[in-house]
Each structure stands twice: as C-alpha cells, then as structure tokens.
C-alpha cells in the first residue's frame, strides 16, 4: 500500500482509513475503513469501503461494496457492485451486475447488465439493455427500454416511454431458448403513465397517457388516453376509456 502525494494505492491485501484523496487505486484485496472523498476512484480487484464515498469519477471492474452513499459526477461499472445506500450522480454507466439498496438519482442511467435498486430511480434519461428490477417508483423523462430478460418496476412515470424487446431477441434461436427454459423478455409493473407511451411485451395494472401504442406481446388491465391509441391485435387489452 502506498501514499504518495496525497493518492493512494492498494495492489496487495491491505486496510487505509478513510479520509481526503487525489486518485485512489486498488487493484488487489482492498479495504477502506470510515468516509472516502477523493477525485478518482478505480478498482480492479475486490475492494470494500465501510463509510461514503464521494468523487469526481469512480470506475470499477472488479467487485466492490460500499457500505454507505456514494455521490459522483461520471461512475463506470463493469464489475460487480453492491452500495448498500443511496447512489447519486450525474452520468451512470453499468454494464455490470449492481444491487443498489437505496435510491438512484441520476441525470443520465445507461444499463446494459443486470441492476437491482431497492428503492426509486429518478433520472433525466434512462436507457435500459437486459434485464432489471426497481422495487419502487421510476421516474425520468425519457425512458427508452430494450428488454432481454424479465423486468419488474413497481410503477412508471415519464413523458417520452418506449419499451420494446431487444431486436437479439428476437431471433429464432433465442425463441427456442425461451420456451425449453420458460423465460421471458418482459416488463411487469403495476402502472405507467406518460405523455408518449409505446409499449411490447409489458405486463401492465394500468397505462394512462396522451398518445398510446400498444405493440405486440403486451397484457394491460385498463388503458386511459387523452388523444390517439393504436392496440396490436396479438396483446390484451381488458378495457379501455378515452379521458
């Protein structure tokens, strides 16, 4: 372990205390115990932080736990990530498995690997490649969603949604896989509500919005609409009222 300029690096086993940082670097068995506040955070080994930690960039290819908040401005996951608080920043890239027990705030969430959070997720954009589950509420205006796995989202709000299945699945190979394993590309939720609304394969309570398109693979308790609907004849539509 070193400490040299105010940086620190772990590239063994080893424990630091928390405290202020340029750059922290751990690439071997790392962990840091109390607060962490540094201007650039990467891991590429197994690392632990027992406090918060706050950043200008975190980056983690490794396998990392956060046992507190953690603020950021850009934070790059390609590893495995448990933050067992909130996380809050402005860019969020996954392409990893995260499980965040808290909250997500964002200003841009882009996933492309499998994320847990255990409360709300609010975001200006957010843009979801695979499969995912929100206990709560997600909310952000412009909700783009490529489905490759089963999806779960307690409800939905926004002003521009689009939910689709990922074009891979839907090859013929991946169709078989499917039905031998029993599994779905799909979104369950229990309401969804937006201006522009376009949804497929989506298990839905509730929809209400302005213009609605149901594609195909969809099965919705009640529409309400203020102007247009469009329902494909291959999903189920309960009942619908024009509001």
């Known amino acids: 372990m070193e400490n040299m300029n105010n940086n620190l690096k772990m590239s063994g086993s080893g424990i630091s205390g928390g405290g202020k940082y340029n750059d922290v670097f751990i690439s071997g068995s790392g962990k840091i115990t109390g607060d962490l506040d540094c201007v650039y955070f990467k891991t590429s080994g197994s690392s632990k932080v027992i406090g918060n930690l ?13 046992e507190g ?6 934070i790059k996951i390609s590893g495995s990530t448990h933050v067992i608080g909130n996380l809050k920043s402005e860019n ?66 926004g002003e521009h ?45 509730i929809v209400r919005g302005n213009n609605i398109t149901i594609g195909t693979g969809c099965n919705i308790g009640l529409i309400e609409y203020k102007d247009e609907i469009n329902i494909s004849d291959s999903s189920i539509v309960k009942d619908q009222k024009k509001i």
């Not at 995912?132 to 412009?142: D, M, T």
């Not at 499917?178 to 509500?193: P, R």
């Open 92 to 157: 969020v890239s996954i392409s990893g498995s995260t499980h965040i027990d808290g909250n997500l705030y964002a200003q841009e969430v882009n996933i492309s690997g499998s994320v847990i959070v255990g409360k709300n997720c609010e975001a200006e954009c957010f843009k979801a490649n695979g499969g995912f589950k929100i206990q709560e509420l997600l909310n952000a205006g412009q909700i783009i969603i490529r489905l490759g796995g089963n999806c779960f989202v307690k409800e939905i709000g």
């Open 69 to 74: 908040n953690v603020e950021v401005k850009d």
């Open 161 to 205: 949604i689009d939910i689709r299945v990922n074009p891979m699945n839907n090859s013929i190979f991946r169709k078989a896989i499917d039905k031998i394993f029993n599994t779905k590309a799909e979104l369950t939720t229990d309401l969804i509500e937006g201006d522009d609304i376009y949804l497929q394969n989506t298990n839905v309570n």
């Open 54 to 66: 706050k950043a200008e960039t975190i980056k983690i290819s490794g396998s990392s736990k956060i």
